[in-house]
Every structure is written in C-alpha cells, then in structure tokens.
C-alpha cells in the first residue's frame, strides 16, 4: 500500500474512481486501517464522542486532537491522514486558524486538516491554502455549529438551504479546498454539488453519488452502542463479542482456569523477547 497525494485524490475523481474514509483515534486501529484499502483515515473530532464520553464536539480541544492525531499518523504510514481543527482553533482569528492548522501538520503529523463552515470560513481557508496547508471542507451538518443549524438535522431540503450549499461548495473549491465532506445532505444536492465541483466530495449520509464516503470507525464496527444514525452501514457487530470475550475472562479468573500451564513460567523459561 502506497499513501495517494493531493493530485492523486483528485484525478481520482476525474477517473469516476470512488475511494473510502474512515475515522481512527488510536495507533492500534490505524495500524489495522493501514493494512486494508482504505485510502484516507480522519482524525475526527468525534473522538469527543466515542473516545473521550463526551455530548457533543464543542468540548474538543486542540491538546485532544494531537493527542490523537499523532498515535494515529505513526500507525498508519502508508494512509493519507487528516485531523480535524475543533471547535475554538479557528474562530478567534485568521492567524490562530494557521497557527492552530500547523500545528496540527507540523507537530500532529497530519497530511491535511478539515475545517467546518462555508462563507464564514473561506478567507481562512484561502490564507491556510496559500501558507501550504492542505485543507479539505465540510459543510452541510456541521456539528460543532449544529445548535445554530437547529439541532442535528439533514440539510438541503429547504430551497434556500441548499442554494446555499451549493454556493459554499463552489466558494470552498476556488478558496482551494481539495476535497469536501458533505454531511447529512439530501441526496440530490450531494449529488449535483459532486456534478460541480472538480474535486472530490466526501459523503456521510450524502447519498450515492459523492466521490468518496466517510464513517466513523466506532459506528462502522458495531462498537459504539449508544446510538447508531441511519446513514450508517454496519459492517460489523463488535460490541458483543468484546463485551463476551471480557466476561468469559473474568469467569476463568473467577473459577481459576485462568492462567493455565500454556499462560505461565516454569523454571527453565526461555528469553521473553519484546513485549510491547
Ligand atoms: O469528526 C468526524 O468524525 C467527522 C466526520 C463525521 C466527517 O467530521
Ligand atoms: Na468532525
């Protein structure tokens, strides 16, 4: 597996070649993503929700993100990654939007950033992009600004909503976003912003006919059991078989059989080797 580049991502889009996203928080997972085709890893601010217990985004802080950012790009060397700017890194000013993105490349590791917004966020878009940051959009529901959009709610289906979206995905590409997650927009508008716009849009509950599609790895799994939207597809139920492999090894050490002989030292035991 060889990491794509920027011209890569687009020309992919030109070919008709759809690729995937996936978010990943730690080392071990992106170790796992790093193995498979998955072509782009998201370090997202969702890792409020399913790594940090937290309600919403909003309360993700730029320590989080490098904290997770960098375990992430170390596991994963042949995946473009992308860390997200959370809440509060790009809304006091321009310059601590760049600052803010960086760090993010520079001490996270990050290939690119992701930043939410639309006409708000198009000068700090155009001067991050003029600096050499790579950055990929996301509009539609943004959450860290759902309150404003009315709650967590799909987008586009208001004339004037999506008469928006269009125009901030087209604003977006000449501020020079290389890629643009649509998310939970009306299938339709995802699918004529993707007819549009030259570089390619990455869908979460955007329909069929975006370029790209991202999940969150927790969702995607069957691992996060709290609450699973209707634009995700489980490819997997892991929730249980942890929850079962847990109580089957606290039942061993209950009953003792475990450790067995296979589990423990004798006297004549060979060099261990590395551990961890
Ligand atoms: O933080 C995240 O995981 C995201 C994706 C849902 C696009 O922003
Ligand atoms: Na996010």
Do not use: W
């Not at 966020?121 to 050499?132: A, P, Q, R």
Request: glycine content about 10%; proline content about 5%.
């Amino acid at each position: 597996k060889k990491k794509l580049t920027i011209p890569q991502f687009k020309e992919m889009k030109a070919q008709g070649q759809r690729f995937s996203m996936v978010t990943a928080y730690d080392y071990t997972f992106a170790r796992i993503v790093d193995k498979t085709p998955v072509e782009m890893i998201l370090v997202g601010d969702s890792l409020g929700m399913v790594m940090l217990g937290y309600d919403s985004t909003v309360s993700v802080t730029m320590e989080d993100m490098l904290h997770h950012i960098k375990p992430v790009v170390r596991g994963a060397r042949h995946t473009f990654v992308v860390g997200d700017m959370p809440f509060g890194s790009y809304n006091v000013s321009v310059g601590e939007a760049i600052r803010n993105a960086n760090r993010i490349i520079q001490q996270g590791g990050a290939d690119a950033i992701k930043i939410e917004g639309g006409s708000n966020v198009l000068e700090i878009v155009s001067e991050m992009v003029k600096g050499g940051i790579p950055v990929i959009g996301h509009i539609g529901l943004t959450p860290q600004t759902a309150a404003q959009l009315g709650g967590f709610k799909v987008q586009g289906k208001d004339a004037e909503i999506a008469r928006r979206l269009v125009e901030d995905a087209l604003h977006l590409e000449q501020a020079g976003v290389f890629a643009l997650v649509l998310e939970c927009v009306v299938a339709p508008i995802a699918e004529l912003i993707t007819g549009k716009v030259a570089i390619p849009t990455i869908g979460i509950g955007a329909g069929p006919a975006c370029d790209a599609q991202v999940l969150v790895l927790q969702d995607l799994l069957g691992l996060y059991d709290k609450f699973t939207p209707k634009f995700v597809k489980q490819y997997a139920q892991l929730n249980d078989p942890i929850a079962n492999a847990l109580t089957t090894y606290a039942r061993e050490v209950a009953d003792g059989s475990f450790p067995g002989p296979e589990q423990s030292f004798g006297l004549n035991q060979e060099p261990l080797g590395r551990l961890y």
